[in-house]
T-cell receptor, first 114, second 115 residues
Framework: ETGVTQSPTHLIKTRGQQVTLRCSSQSGHNTVSWYQQALGQGPQFIFQYYREEENGRGNFPPRFSGLQFPNYSSELNVNALELDDSALYLC?????????????FGPGTRLTVL | AQSVTQLDSHVSVSEGTPVLLRCNYSSSYSPSLFWYVQHPNKGLQLLLKYTSAATLVKGINGFEAEFKKSETSFHLTKPSAHMSDAAEYFCVVSEKGGSQGNLIFGKGTKLSVKP
């Protein structure tokens, strides 16, 4: 059974650019959640996708957007990058909505914005 | 709104001594509570979870936590620390409702284990 994978592992962008991060969910999981973890902080919920539809969103601006594909893999897109977007971005998958279902996390993508 | 407070940002213990990582939560609903561990350059791993069954929850690697509603606490303990336990630990509450179960993380407690 393959776990959650994310790509790329590291990324450097400049302010104002756009970035796309990718996540492959664990086999059999139909729900993907994205989190932002700033240095020294706990992860913060960005949004969740369930069966290709956004199903819940945290306190992040619209320039953070996402997609989920029929195979349940997912993308996180961030437009107009700001310095504060520098963080570790974590993807987690689960078999159903995440209230009582264990979320399995990928290793993350480290984004640096210069 | 739900929230989690981890009372210590850093805990240092000696190998073989007990571990106590403290967590208090605030919740309008019956919460689900979790502890996750994050080793450097590795993904978050679930240690244990409470979902309104037994109040004493046993997890992996000898960790356990007790849900105390009267104290709104969910402290993580282990009788004897091992060097491999050194990592960042996050107490987490699951928010039921509009966000359909997204996880709300505490700020983390870094556990150091001295030989």
């Amino acid at each position: 059974e393959t776990g959650v994978t994310q790509s790329p592992t590291h990324l450097i962008k400049t302010r104002g650019q756009q970035v796309t991060l990718r996540c492959s969910s664990q086999s059999g999981h139909n729900t993907v959640s994205w989190y932002q973890q700033a240095l020294g902080q706990g992860p913060q919920f960005i949004f969740q996708y369930y069966r290709e539809e956004e199903n819940g969103r945290g306190n992040f601006p619209p320039r953070f957007s996402g997609l989920q594909f029929p195979n349940y893999s997912s993308e996180l897109n961030v437009n107009a990058l700001e310095l504060d977007d520098s963080a570790l971005y974590l993807c987690a998958s689960s078999a159903g909505l995440a209230f009582r279902n264990e979320q399995f996390f990928g290793p993350g993508t480290r984004l640096t914005v210069l | 709104a739900q929230s989690v407070t981890q009372l210590d940002s850093h805990v240092s213990v000696s190998e073989g001594t007990p571990v106590l990582l403290r967590c208090n939560y605030s919740s309008s609903y019956s919460p689900s509570l979790f502890w996750y561990v994050q080793h450097p350059n590795k993904g978050l791993q679930l240690l244990l979870k409470y979902t309104s069954a037994a109040t004493l929850v046993k997890g992996i690697n000898g960790f356990e936590a007790e849900f105390k509603k009267s104290e709104t606490s969910f402290h993580l303990t282990k009788p004897s620390a091992h060097m491999s336990d050194a990592a960042e630990y996050f107490c987490v509450v699951s928010e039921k409702g509009g966000s359909q179960g997204n996880l709300i993380f505490g700020k983390g407690t870094k556990l150091s284990v001295k030989p």
